[in-house]
């Protein structure tokens, strides 16, 4: 079983307001990522890391940020939160030090963020 | 990072096998093809993954040709419960993982 945790599940919040999306992982993962998925619609890469102090942006561009100040810990923030903002977040970690390249990823089951 | 075209959807009925292909046309010596499947509100999760012939394990098959170009995720004897979609990657280690659209695949009692 995948170890990698996301909080809160749902989240409805105002706009204009500071939020921090939490994910966190147990397995030692260096490899972090943020995705971006609308319903039915395909996922977006939105950040990525490969490690402490280390964070890119992804494939969509978007108004959030990210921090990995530990491995096992990778939050978004969006600094204020617009009813565009409105989507599912998942956060995924792998492994590029196992055996087998590192494109087996363990997902965590999201946010649902929606912005009033 | 290689390009992957598959179908949008995709219709069968319970106890049927179900081949999705996917077209990888640029696929690199050093990358490997990993299939994912995604319910709705759900993370995706591994299915399978290979680098050439045949792989084979207790969800799927995974079938490579020699050029490589293609492969073909076969799910046997799916239920209602295989009702998702599975995407197609192409990548190597260190890699970022880039998800396209996805083959939406409705299996019908």
């Known amino acids: 079983e995948a170890d990698i945790y996301q909080t809160p599940r749902y989240l409805v919040i105002g706009t204009g307001k500071k939020i921090t999306l939490e994910c966190s992982q147990t397995m030692g993962h260096d490899k972090m990522y943020w995705y971006q998925q609308d319903p039915g619609m395909e996922l977006h890469l939105i950040h990525y890391s490969y490690g402490v102090n280390s964070t890119e942006k992804g494939d969509l561009s978007s108004e959030s940020t990210v921090s990995r100040i530990r491995t096992e810990h990778f939050p978004l923030t969006l600094e204020s939160a617009r009813p565009s903002h409105t989507s599912q977040y998942l956060c995924?970690?792998?492994?590029?030090?196992?055996?087998?390249?590192?494109?087996?990823?363990?997902f965590g089951q999201g946010t649902r963020l929606t912005v009033v | 990072l290689a390009k992957t075209t598959q179908p949008i959807s995709m219709d069968s009925y319970e106890g049927q096998e179900v081949n999705i292909t996917c077209s990888h046309n640029n696929i690199a010596t050093n990358d490997y093809i990993t299939w994912y499947q995604q319910f709705p509100s759900q993370g995706p999760r591994f299915i399978i993954q290979g680098y050439k012939t045949k792989v084979t394990n207790e969800v799927a098959s995974l079938f490579i040709p020699a050029d490589r170009k293609s492969s073909t995720l076969s799910l046997p004897r799916v239920s209602l419960s295989d009702t998702a979609v599975y995407y197609c990657?192409?990548?190597?280690?260190?890699?970022?993982?880039?998800f396209g659209g996805g083959t939406r695949v409705l299996v019908k009692p």
């Open positions: 990657l192409v990548g190597a280690a260190g890699n970022k993982l880039t």
């Open positions: 995924a970690s792998s492994d590029p030090h196992s055996t087998d390249p590192d494109t087996e990823a363990f």
